[in-house]
């Protein structure tokens, strides 16, 4: 190779390496043809065609495959939880809602966490409220610029356009992203919002797990999560059920009508949530793309490789056996889907979000219909999506495409209060 080339070659892999392949295939044409794995078909041949075949023998199994093989087990390690209420303040949003903010507090022989749990509850309604749990990117303090939101001290990526740098935020960053947490219309429909930030419960950044909540969980002599153990979406999901732990003991809450909602990665996380702790009443995942509603195999957008390689931490180990090896999957992402059922699951894609695959997004959505069937649930059973800005809103998934980017917009928020007003009321 001669010098010119050797440097383009070095560019080429580095390009690669952190993740956005030149090769990203968004060619409906160039879609491989490939086979789903059957989700109502057991592993030992049987056709599952009754909900007691589905809960006893295909859901296990379904969820095993997702567990051992793309998020990761979780530990059996002694982790215990308390909840402090650090701030109650019930005038906050102009007297509209009650802000409060609860420590979660996680110890295990190994040492001690803290997470931050903020919720806003609407004041003047009768009984406890239903809820939207989510985590955020940045920090509570981004989610409203309401001053009484305490400021966190974990690690935050640098973004100067919301002002934070050192990886410290601090009051500049205050309500940055209030365009994608509408608090005041949330509160405004009869629902409570409580959101976490992911970073309180693990740092996005490859450290080979050493900071967050992995350590706690490590058994003598352990240093990292073994090949089958969880990676960050694993523990980011183990925190969202945590704070609905302490949700049931909230009388202003009803603990039936929790609904996990995530953006993107996020989305990734809130479909995992949804699918291990049953309690929850619902899950939304909002342009959660390769890893979260989007079919692996359609190869579309982004592809496995490319996330194992620039996000090694958000999947397990094992996962990375399928980079570049699709076909060999035993399962996709339908069957996540299917794992939701009986409960309602609302799939969300943007219609320049091509890099999340907004058909194989809706798709999965389409191949868990057997399973909602079987429940004698009504789910969307056309296998082309509706126009965009159109929700196909069933008791089962429900589906829209909005105009615009990868992005969490109040059209979206109209539409998941409209979904979530289907089955709390
Ligand atoms: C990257 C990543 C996606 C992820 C997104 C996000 O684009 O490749 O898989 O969904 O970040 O979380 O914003």
Request: include cysteine; charge should be negative.
């Amino acid at each position: 190779m001669n010098t010119r080339k050797n440097i383009c070659f070095i560019f080429f892999s580095l390009f690669c390496s952190i993740g956005y392949s030149q090769e990203t295939n968004y060619d409906e044409s160039k879609v491989p043809n490939f086979e789903l794995p059957k989700v109502l078909l057991s592993k030992s041949g049987k056709d599952v065609s009754s909900v007691n075949d589905w809960e006893n023998i295909r859901r296990p199994e379904v969820l095993k495959m997702f567990s051992e093989q793309m998020y990761g087990t979780v530990p059996e390690t002694e982790v215990s939880v308390n909840f402090v209420v650090r701030k109650e303040i019930n005038t906050a949003l102009s007297g509209e809602a009650t802000l409060k903010e609860i420590d979660m507090i996680f110890s295990s022989k190994n040492g001690r966490h803290k997470a931050s749990l903020l919720l806003f509850i609407p004041n003047g309604v009768k009984g406890p409220v239903p809820m939207f749990l989510g985590l955020n990117f940045y920090g509570n303090h981004t989610v409203n610029p309401s001053l009484e939101i305490s400021l966190h001290q974990s690690f935050a990526r640098n973004n100067p356009n919301f002002y934070i740098f050192n990886n410290r935020v601090d009051d500049n960053s205050r309500g940055v992203r209030s365009s994608r947490w509408p608090v005041e219309y949330i509160i405004r429909q009869g629902y409570g919002l409580g959101v976490i930030y992911y970073g309180d419960l693990d740092p996005d950044f490859d450290d080979d797990f050493q900071n967050g909540l992995h350590p706690l969980f490590y058994k003598d002599g352990q240093s990292r999560p073994t090949e089958k153990e969880w990676g960050s979406i694993g523990l980011w999901s183990w925190g969202l059920s945590r704070a609905l732990d302490y949700l049931e003991t909230d009388v202003q809450v009803d603990e039936e009508k929790v609904i996990v909602f995530g953006h993107s990665r996020l989305g990734k996380t809130s479909l995992w949530t949804g699918v291990q702790d049953e309690r929850f009443a619902a899950a939304i995942s909002n342009d959660s793309g390769c890893g979260g509603a989007a079919l692996s195999k359609r190869e579309f957008g982004e592809t496995l490789q490319v996330i194992n390689n620039a996000f090694p931490h958000w999947f397990n180990d094992y996962f990375t056996r399928y980079n570049d090896q699709e076909e060999d999957l035993p399962f996709d992402q339908h069957m996540l889907i299917s794992l939701m059922a009986p409960r309602p699951v609302y799939i969300a894609s943007a219609q320049g979000d091509e890099w999340a695959d907004p058909k194989g997004e809706y798709l999965s959505g389409y191949y868990a219909h057997p399973v909602y069937e079987l429940y004698n649930i009504q789910s969307y059973n056309d296998p082309t999506p509706p126009e965009v800005n159109e929700a196909r809103m069933s008791p089962g998934v429900s589906y829209h495409m909005r105009s615009g980017n990868h992005d969490v917009k109040q059209y979206d928020w109209v539409k998941y209060i409209e979904f979530a007003d289907r089955f709390v009321r």
